[in-house]
């Protein structure tokens, strides 16, 4: 199997065809897979990926693709040199496309780009009376943001009553084995930025719960405020990310703080 693009639904597929006995190389134009994630643990579950056998072609440019003899054929650029890869199947996870092309939205006066359709924070289209939401929009691309987007579009369309877009504390979480999650702000965001903040680790191998299960391989990662405790973002590779995760949106949702988080009271042992 061949994969064009590292990111969430790649990597995903990759390590699901590879414990299901394929062949599997992954073709990305970055240097690295999953580049909206924090740099640091997307080497780490690079690197366990790569340890169970998927091959990963990056910085790789894809110039051709085709098909002869029951083959696929991928050619690429890579380093100045060029290259082809060949294999039996070939799934494209480059991304999606909004689809806007049935909804005529010319005659509804509707305005939309090669994005999808444009939203405000209300989920408002320029249309006052007509509102959009979920992958429509290209905004997000998450079930639980569609969920999200359609509470927001239907409060404001229907109930009337005032509600915006939560776009500050967006979780997401990739399935691999081990779990990639992550909320808030990511750690080049903040240094583009010039926000100051500290970096509080902790590393799964010291999570005794973790240890017993033999989990032990993963890492938390929290960028909060150094004297408030403020959370501003927080990245974790293991077991149970997506669950953990959401701990860590509850609390900037509500403006808990990282000491507050600290003395709340958790059942031991638990990942939590």
């Known amino acids: 199997l061949i994969i064009i693009g590292a990111g969430p639904i790649g990597t995903e ?39 169970e056998g998927i091959e990963y072609l990056l910085d790789a440019q894809v110039d051709t693709v085709t098909s002869e003899d029951g083959q696929i054929h991928v050619e690429i650029t890579q380093n100045g040199e060029s290259k082809t ?34 939203v405000d924070s209300k989920c408002q289209t320029n249309m006052s009376h007509i509102y959009a939401c979920g992958d429509v929009t290209g ?25 915006n877009v939560d776009a500050d504390h967006v979780p997401w979480c990739t399935y691999t084995d081990p779990e990639l999650g992550h909320v808030g702000a990511t750690e080049q965001q903040l240094k583009e930025e010039g926000t100051s903040y500290e970096v509080y ?56 703080s990282l000491r507050n988080l600290a003395d709340t009271i958790h059942p031991y042992p638990t990942y939590g």
């Not at 394929?22 to 909206?36: H, Q, W």
């Not at 079930?143 to 509600?163: D, G, Q």
């Not at 077991?239 to 995760?245: F, K, S, V």
Request: aromatic share 6%; charged share 25%.
């Open 85 to 118: 890869i060949t294999g039996s199947d070939l799934l494209l996870a480059t991304g999606r496309r909004a689809n806007v092309e049935g909804l005529n939205l010319e005659a509804a006066g509707v305005t939309y780009t090669k994005k999808g359709i444009d």
């Open 139 to 163: 905004d997000y691309q998450f079930t639980h943001m569609s969920e999200h987007t359609a509470k927001v579009a239907t409060t404001n369309a229907l109930l009337k009553f005032p509600m």
């Open 201 to 256: 680790r902790f590393p799964f191998s010291k999570m005794d719960r973790a240890l017993t299960e033999s989990e032990g391989e993963g890492l938390i990662k929290v960028f909060a405020k150094k004297w408030n405790g403020k959370i501003l973002g927080a990245s974790v590779l293991g077991t149970n990310a997506g669950e953990m995760i959401s701990e860590y949106a509850v609390a900037m949702k509500n403006g808990v």
């Open 13 to 51: 597929m990759a390590q699901a065809m590879q414990r299901l006995g394929s062949d599997v190389r992954v073709i990305d134009m970055a240097d690295r897979i999953m580049t909206n994630d924090n740099s640091e643990l997307a080497v780490m579950l690079q690197d366990r990926l790569e340890a």
